[in-house]
């Protein structure tokens, strides 16, 4: 294992900011931490560099106990948000600044300076100032400079998210790309579960300074272990088990007591009666070109989304008002006691 947490609990003041989290990373695996806004994620990051000591538990590095030692020691790349580059010096500067600090022969550095221009893909831009570059670029510059030391870990915390959503969604297939040829053991934090999908290896799931989960985005997206976690990784309709769309299908639990979760993809609608479909009224529908999202209301006012792709709305000409079949998929349910994440619907 590259890293493992052990234990690890912290609080500032009388908040727990983290509480109890226990994790391993293999070494050369990219994974994500995930969670919404204030569930520990940047805390269990700057925990990991060394910029925060834990109350209790440990952080072992390969085989190393680093929980004491400080930045410096633990031999780690790390990329902020608002990273902010030496404005003062250019682009070729600006990477090799660690490398010098560190009294690497200027042969060496010159070297491994236009080595990570090439793997962040700004050759004949390193006499630029960071002012004369944009936003994404600004960004990759930042992991180069983190990566020039060959740190053992990278750590990025939301790097890409001051950046507008197209330079974004290019940034998270470069990401994986460098990852591929550098495979250096890396931890991105983000609250965006698109970006943790289409980057990561592993998602570790944060909640209340609490990890949820951990596993592959398969793993996150078709099993979730919570209710938190199904409602935070995708859109999500939740519902009483005692109601008759269940009851058709045999997954109501005897007592209702429970919350049946399910896809707004994982449903079927149909147009004309039949035994295994229960009767819904279209309240709205929404055409976002690649998608239709169908607003579908239950006898008894409950709500449900539905999500078409085209060529099903196409072959249902669907209409508001209209009524319609439905039968729920891939049910999962849950006591009602969990907690929900805010988000979904
Ligand atoms: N230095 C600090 N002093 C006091 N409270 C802090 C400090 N650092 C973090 N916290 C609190 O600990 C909680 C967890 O913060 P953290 O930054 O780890 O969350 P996060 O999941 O990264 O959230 P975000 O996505 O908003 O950055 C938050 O409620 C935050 O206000």
Redesign the pocket.
């Known amino acids: 294992m590259a890293i493992v947490i052990k234990n690890i609990s912290k609080h ?2 009388s ?1 727990r ?1 983290l509480d109890s989290v226990n994790l391993e990373i293999e070494a050369g695996s990219l994974v994500a931490l995930l ?10 990051l700057r925990l990991i560099a060394g910029l925060e000591t834990p109350d209790t538990g440990a952080i072992w590095l390969r085989d190393r106990n680093v929980t004491y030692q400080n930045v410096q020691e633990r031999n780690i790349g790390f990329v902020f948000q608002h990273y902010a580059l030496f404005k003062h010096l250019t682009v070729r500067k600006n990477i090799a600044f660690g490398l010098e600090i560190n009294k690497v022969p200027p042969r060496e550095v010159k070297a491994r300076v236009e080595e990570l221009l090439d793997l962040i893909q700004l050759t004949g831009l390193g006499d630029r100032y960071p002012s004369q570059l944009s936003g994404g670029q600004r960004q990759r510059v930042a992991l180069a400079r983190a990566l020039a030391s060959q740190p053992q870990v990278l750590l990025l915390d ?1 790097p890409f998210g001051a950046l507008d959503a197209k330079v974004r969604k290019d940034l998270r297939a470069w990401l994986r790309r460098l990852h591929q040829q550098v495979h250096v053991t890396t931890i991105f ?1 983000t ?1 965006d579960q698109q970006e943790a999908m289409e980057v990561a290896d592993e998602i570790v799931v ?1 909640n209340k ?1 609490r990890i949820e989960q951990v596993g592959t985005p398969d793993e996150i997206y078709d099993s979730p272990a919570t209710p938190f976690v199904m409602s935070f990784i995708g859109p999500v309709n939740v519902l009483p088990s005692n109601l008759r769309l269940f009851r058709v299908n045999g997954d109501a639990s005897p007592d209702g007591n429970s919350q049946v979760f399910f896809r707004p993809h994982d449903l079927l609608i149909e147009t004309s009666p039949n035994a295994a479909g229960t009767a819904a009224k279209i309240g709205y529908l929404v055409n976002l070109g690649w998608q239709i999202e169908a607003e579908l209301i239950l006898e008894g006012g409950y709500t449900l989304q539905a999500i078409l792709s085209r060529p099903q709305f196409e072959k249902l000409k669907l209409k508001t008002g209209q009524q319609v079949y439905i039968t729920p998929k891939a049910v999962k349910s849950f006591p009602q006691t969990h907690q929900l994440a805010a988000v979904g619907l």
Do not use: C, Q, R
Not at 35 to 42: A, I, L, N, R, T
């Open positions: 500032f003041g908040f900011a969670g919404p806004s204030g569930s520990g994620k940047s805390t269990l939301e934090v609250h944060m300074g």
